[in-house]
């Protein structure tokens, strides 16, 4: 039984009559293929990564599975279509706070047609994507079981600000609530889900050291797709906090040469999630500076 993803921030949605995703009940997730080139090369770049020998066991893990393709009726109604067979990333997380972040600071691909590069370069020059070196395409973050998600519409998050992007990567991690644009978030799961050993910040310096060696692939229009439950950290448990790269319509071969595109966004990405740690640690310190008898009661390191 086929149904539409409830956790899906971005990208085109099986609603309304239109194309898009769709989920079982085991864990898998149904992308219908672009059409045109796109969806070949999707599927050519996915059966390509399953046999790759130079992909290093550390880095296969941040891919989504792959399980092949599949003919499945359109959620469009408009017959049977080839869709890929992937792993639903939600599917292991409860309630998961969410950031699809598309990565470089150019979403274009060098053999696009000039009508598709001018549009992504509207696109681009409008959003933090050149500015920053990424901008996020979606978001969803948990407030508590009263008030659900905290979920800004396609149009509020196209014209975020970097401002506005700070903002985002600190609610993501803080224990009050994302719907209050006049409460200054407390970064109370910085520590747990940004830092330590198994934290987002972990996982992206591992993808950093890997494209700063790479040079099988280039990935143009890609994205990272983030993931926590905030339900295990209020009961105490280690978050499981997932970093994704998702989306692969436009990766091109490498050809010998590093992807500076896409490492360039990661840097930046790296640095907003540094600074966020680092602000915290400095507060902290000065707090406990003035009240030594006081104990922090968020996650302090």
């Known amino acids: 039984m086929l149904k539409v993803p409830k956790h899906q921030v971005a990208g085109h949605e099986a609603i309304g009559g239109n194309l898009g995703p769709l989920i079982d009940d085991s864990g898998r997730f149904y992308k219908p293929l672009q059409d045109g080139e796109r969806g070949t090369k999707e599927l050519a770049f996915y059966h390509s990564l399953s046999s790759d020998t130079r992909l290093p066991d550390r880095i296969r893990r941040f891919f989504p599975s792959f399980y ?26 409860l309630d998961p706070s969410i950031l699809d972040v598309k990565m470089g600071s150019r979403t274009w691909y060098p053999e696009a047609s000039d009508d598709y590069i001018q549009r992504c370069l509207d696109k681009d020059r409008t959003t933090t994507t050149v500015s920053l070196g990424f ?68 996982q992206l ?21 983030i993931l926590f439950d905030k339900e295990s950290v209020w009961e105490g448990r280690t978050p499981f906090a997932e970093v994704k790269l998702i989306d692969f319509a436009h990766v091109e071969e490498g050809n010998g040469v590093i992807d500076h595109n896409f490492l360039g966004g990661l840097c930046s990405f790296i640095k907003f999630i540094s600074e966020i740690l680092t602000d915290l640690n400095e507060s902290t310190t000065e707090a406990r500076f003035a009240e030594p008898d006081k104990k922090c009661l968020c996650n302090a390191p």
């Open 135 to 202: 901008r996020i395409s979606g978001l969803q973050i948990y407030g508590n079981k009263e008030s659900g998600f905290w979920k800004p519409s396609r149009k509020d998050v196209r014209n975020f600000t970097v401002d506005n992007v700070r903002l985002v990567l600190r609610k993501f991690v803080s224990s009050n609530s994302p719907f209050d644009s006049n409460v200054t978030p407390d970064c109370c799961f910085a520590h747990s889900v940004y830092a330590g050993p198994a934290g987002i910040l972990q």
């Open 205 to 225: 310096l591992e993808l950093k050291a890997w494209f700063e060696d790479q040079t099988i692939y280039h990935f143009s229009s890609s994205s990272l797709l």
């Open 68 to 93: 092949g393709s599949q003919l499945l009726e359109a959620s469009d109604g408009s017959g049977l279509r080839p869709h890929l067979v992937l792993q639903d990333l939600a599917s292991n997380h």
